[in-house]
């Protein structure tokens, strides 16, 4: 079973009437030659490492090398300590663990790549905070994840997964969609709500591009993350409540696809233009080297 579109993956979902983690994971055990206990074993060391990224993240404040960054999630926990925020706990846990994941990336901490280095906040993100909030169990969130990798997965058969190659949309904007997918499963979406929280996500960061300061992967990168982890809740509240994207996933995909082709090669992680070339992006990188 060789399952390359979302197309294909509903056709398979359906004909043996299952969901998208109960197919992966017995692709995943027949092509590594294990159990399926095994490959959700393996998962959940992934949400383990998680977890554990977020607590040395939230107590942490050491800056990156460069100096620029490393102390923005102290920031947020003061404020959150001091003052409740707009739309309550939940919120508050998703922003604060992305961006601390995103620290300790920044600091070459332990980060699980989901699917980049540079989007690894978003999911650990929304799934720890979502999970701690609505007291989910060690099974529901290795389906969670289970399902949010099978997206990146079909994803990726289409467009390399860098910021070299198709921009940031390639990167955070497929880290969201495989988020909102993986919410969206959580939240007993059925299969059809799960592709349209991933088209939803993933056709509303279309042409984002990869800009960061001196080529490095923390401006605007690390702020990148908890912002469009709410992008990707976004998506998911939406296809829950039976909003449907126009476009088919696998037409959002290539057009994706074609984005990233046409966009310039200034603006995929050659730090050529757009931010990097800003007046004061350009005096941190002489004070830098
Ligand atoms: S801006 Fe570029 S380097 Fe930074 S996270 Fe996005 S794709 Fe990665």
Known sequence: MSITTFEELKKEAQSQNKTIWELTQEEEALNSDISVEEVRAE????????RETIETGITSNE????????DDCEKLIKRYSAQKSVFGSLYEKILT?????????????????????GSCGIIPGV?????????????EQINFLITAGKIGS?????????????????ECGVAAAMCAGGLAQTMAGDINTIFNAV???????????????????????IKRNPLL???????????LAGIESKIPV?????AMRQTGQLMSPMLKESAQAGLATTPTALSLKEKLF
Request: with cysteine.
């Open 43 to 50: 998962v959940l060391k992934h949400i383990v490492t998680m």
């Open 63 to 70: 800056k990156s090398v460069s100096g620029w960054c490393g």
């Open 97 to 117: 663990y992305s961006l601390a994941t995103s620290e300790e990336n920044l600091r070459m901490g332990r980060i699980v790549a989901c699917p980049t280095a």
């Open 127 to 139: 799934l720890v905070a979502y999970s701690e909030e609505y007291d989910l169990s060690d099974d």
């Open 154 to 170: 079909i994803i990726s058969n289409k467009v390399q997964l860098a910021g070299a190659v198709a921009g940031c949309q390639a």
């Open 199 to 221: 088209a939803l996500a993933l056709k509303n960061i279309l042409g984002l591009t990869c800009d960061p300061v001196c080529g490095m992967v923390e401006v605007p990168c």
């Open 229 to 239: 982890s709410m992008h990707a809740v976004s998506a998911t509240e939406l296809a």
């Open 250 to 254: 696998d037409e959002v995909i290539d």
